[in-house]
């Protein structure tokens, strides 16, 4: 299988030379907003009202989506309702990013390095190793936002995870986020795709909106 939307959000916010993160914590939501969607997107999960519930367990065949269906189909299964999916990304931000640089590593897209803080804190930094899905990542997004390219649904679902999480500076670091939130807003809206994938992209973009707005409260109170 491609590049998943995960894996996509995480390629653009690791530094290409550095191999550190950037806006760690908000591409962590979008990172694990992208795995549900993926599910969706290929059947294993469905989202109604804001919440999650297992469609289909039989493995899609990547890892990364594997071991969070299983997750996601254990954890709701303790559930007396279908858990919400502003709960899942909560319980799973931070986890998810440690998952989708596992997976780019497995792919040999990012390689691993550790160094040390002052000669003494240890700290890992994933650059990359082969930037062919990361330009065509880029040329893609370059196409449906700046171009005006008619978007599939995973580029659509990817434009809109990003959008909500406010990274467009990961996306679009040449241009201001003034010229490029309007066109991204259009295709967050999904008139172009079918129900199923319109609610499932709606769905995950105003959990993102809800879960970032409750941290940035919390921090600054």
Same mark, same amino acid.
């Given at each position: %299988?491609?590049?998943?939307? /995960?894996?996509?959000? %995480?390629? &653009? @916010?690791?530094?290409?030379?550095?191999?550190?993160a +950037?806006?760690r914590?908000?591409? !962590?939501?979008?990172?694990?907003?992208?795995?549900?969607?993926?599910?969706?997107?290929?059947?294993?999960?469905?989202? @109604?009202?804001?919440?999650?519930?297992?469609?289909? #367990?039989?493995p899609? /065949? $990547?890892?990364? &989506?594997?071991?969070?269906?299983?997750l996601?189909d254990?954890?709701?299964s +303790? +559930?007396?309702t279908s858990?919400?999916?502003?709960?899942w990304?909560?319980?799973?931000?931070?986890k998810?990013?440690?998952?989708? *640089?596992? @997976? &780019?590593?497995?792919?040999?897209?990012?390689?691993?390095?550790?160094?040390? =803080?002052l000669?003494l804190?240890?700290v #890992?930094?994933?650059?990359?190793?082969?930037?062919?899905?990361?330009?065509?990542?880029?040329?893609? &997004?370059?196409?449906? =936002?700046?171009? !005006?390219?008619?978007?599939?649904?995973?580029t659509? /679902?990817l434009?809109?995870? *990003?959008?909500?999480?406010?990274?467009?500076?990961?996306?679009?670091?040449?241009?201001?986020?003034k010229?490029v939130?309007?066109? %991204?807003?259009? *295709?967050?809206? !999904?008139?172009?795709?079918g129900?199923? $994938?319109?609610?499932? *992209?709606?769905?995950m973009?105003?959990? %993102?909106?809800? =879960?970032?707005?409750?941290?940035?409260?919390? =921090?600054i @109170?």
């Amino acid at each position: %299988m491609a590049v998943t939307l /995960g894996e996509e959000i %995480m390629l &653009l @916010s690791l530094d290409d030379e550095s191999g550190a993160a +950037k806006d760690r914590q908000a591409a !962590g939501w979008a990172v694990a907003g992208g795995i549900l969607l993926e599910l969706v997107l290929a059947g294993r999960l469905s989202v @109604s009202g804001g919440r999650l519930s297992v469609a289909d #367990r039989t493995p899609t /065949g $990547v890892g990364l &989506l594997d071991e969070r269906l299983g997750l996601v189909d254990a954890w709701a299964s +303790k +559930k007396s309702t279908s858990p919400k999916v502003t709960n899942w990304l909560t319980r799973d931000h931070h986890k998810a990013v440690g998952a989708a *640089i596992g @997976s &780019l590593r497995a792919r040999g897209l990012v390689a691993e390095e550790e160094h040390r =803080v002052l000669g003494l804190f240890p700290v #890992r930094r994933y650059p990359g190793t082969d930037g062919s899905a990361e330009r065509e990542l880029r040329a893609r &997004l370059a196409s449906v =936002v700046l171009r !005006g390219t008619d978007p599939d649904d995973r580029t659509a /679902g990817l434009v809109a995870l *990003i959008h909500a999480a406010k990274l467009h500076r990961l996306a679009f670091p040449e241009v201001p986020a003034k010229e490029v939130k309007p066109r %991204m807003e259009k *295709i967050a809206e !999904g008139h172009w795709a079918g129900d199923d $994938v319109r609610t499932a *992209i709606r769905t995950m973009q105003a959990a %993102m909106v809800a =879960v970032t707005a409750a941290t940035t409260a919390a =921090v600054i @109170s």
